[in-house]
């Protein structure tokens, strides 16, 4: 089992920025991957960011050049630094990781889930 608890979310305005946290706990692989999705009112989930054991990432084109995903090995925590954020990246914005043999792609929806942080962007 692994918990994963993200935080903050917030309210702010267009142009603004936020950074996300997502700590995690419990049994894990070595090798995984851990990515950043979101939701919001009304519309199907999307993925933002994935980024694997390796440091290697991958992010939506929607916010490529805006948005980065990092982590950190010795906190097990992961993060989202959101820049120039828009009325459109308003969500509940989720973590989730999967542990990977390390062949094919690895795909963190299909792990564990985080409950969730809120992001809110006024124009």
């Known amino acids: 089992q692994v918990q994963l608890v993200e935080s903050g979310g917030g309210s702010v305005q267009a142009g603004g920025s936020l950074r996300l946290s997502c700590a995690a706990s419990g049994y894990m692989y070595t090798t995984y991957c851990m990515g950043w999705f979101r939701q919001a009112p009304g519309k199907e989930r999307e993925g933002v960011a994935t980024?694997?054991?390796?440091?290697?990432?991958t992010y939506a084109e929607f916010v490529k050049g805006r948005f980065t995903i990092a982590q950190d090995n010795a906190k097990n925590t992961l993060y989202l630094q959101m820049n120039r954020l828009k009325p459109e990246d308003t969500a509940m914005y989720r973590c989730?990781?999967?542990?990977?043999?390390?062949?094919?792609?690895?795909?963190?929806?299909?792990?564990?889930w985080g409950h969730g942080t809120q992001v809110t962007v006024s124009s």
């Open positions: 980024i694997d054991n390796n440091g290697n990432t």
């Open positions: 989730a990781w999967a542990g990977w043999s390390g062949v094919g792609v690895c795909r963190p929806d299909f792990g564990f």
